[in-house]
């Protein structure tokens, strides 16, 4: 069944249809990455693992999103839950204008939870340990988030979803604003959780696809074409729309 399932998935915003029938399983413990030129659908299935696009006006879903098992499609979903569980990384680093104890606490504060101060601190070293900020930050908790460089602000955003122990994180574009360097430290970090989090990232790079992923699917005009391990949908594509879109032919 893999962590994730879609099962006829149709997604439309109005008029437009953005996904047309998309059928795939996302296996835990993995990183699956999402490819296709802009406008094709990737960001918009991405959200829908958490129930985002919910936020849009005049959006339409049918179908079935199965996360461990549960149709979170169901009018009953509970959303606070899902979005706890699953969690997203956006493109653009987005930390909040606190300090970076704060940013860290921020959601178990959120979601209700009263915890003890030293079971806090407990939780912030756990979260910026696993993101291999510790040793930067240690002295620095009460330092202004906002005034850490790019690519500690997406780490920290990382290590604020960590914090309140979700099962999947959904990474929509993670390096496009960061350096060669950045990226490559934070594909690297994305190795590393992939141990303990299924990981989908949506990515404009083919090169990152090829590097980063296990699994990688190809979209185009809201279809799910191909999917299947990355080494084989890069090397021996299936689908000659796949084959066109990985040798620049078009998009």
């Known amino acids: 069944m893999g962590k994730i399932a879609t099962n006829n998935l149709n997604l439309w915003y109005d008029d437009f249809q953005a996904l047309k029938n998309v059928n795939s399983v996302f296996e835990p413990n993995r990183i699956t990455a999402i490819i296709g030129p802009s406008g094709c659908g990737k960001s918009t299935l991405l959200r829908v693992f958490n129930r985002m696009n919910d936020l849009i006006e005049g959006v339409k ?3 079935k999103v199965l996360v461990d ?3 979170i499609l169901k009018p009953e979903a509970d959303l606070v839950k899902l979005r706890k569980r699953v969690g997203m990384v956006f493109q653009r680093p987005n930390p909040f204008p606190l300090s970076v104890y704060e940013n860290i606490v921020f959601g178990e504060k959120i979601h209700g939870e009263s915890l003890r101060r030293d079971l806090l601190d407990e939780i912030v070293e756990i979260s910026l340990k696993d993101v291999l900020l510790w040793d930067e930050l240690k002295d620095k908790l009460n330092k202004p988030a906002m005034r850490l460089s790019l690519e500690q602000k997406q780490r920290l955003c990382i290590a604020r979803l960590l914090a309140v122990k979700p099962n999947v994180l959904l990474m929509d574009e993670p390096c496009s604003t960061l350096d060669p360097q950045a990226t490559a430290r934070v594909e690297e970090l994305m190795r590393e959780l992939k141990n303990h989090y299924t990981i ?5 790079n083919m090169q990152q696809a090829a590097r980063v992923s296990d699994d990688t699917g190809f979209m185009l005009l809201g279809e799910l074409i191909e999917f299947g391990k990355t080494e084989e949908l890069f090397t021996a594509p299936k689908d000659k729309r796949t084959e066109d879109y990985i040798t620049g032919r078009y998009g």
Do not use: K, L, P, Y
């Open 69 to 71: 098992g549960m149709d």
């Open 61 to 63: 879903t049918e179908g």
């Open 200 to 204: 989908i990232i949506v990515t404009h």
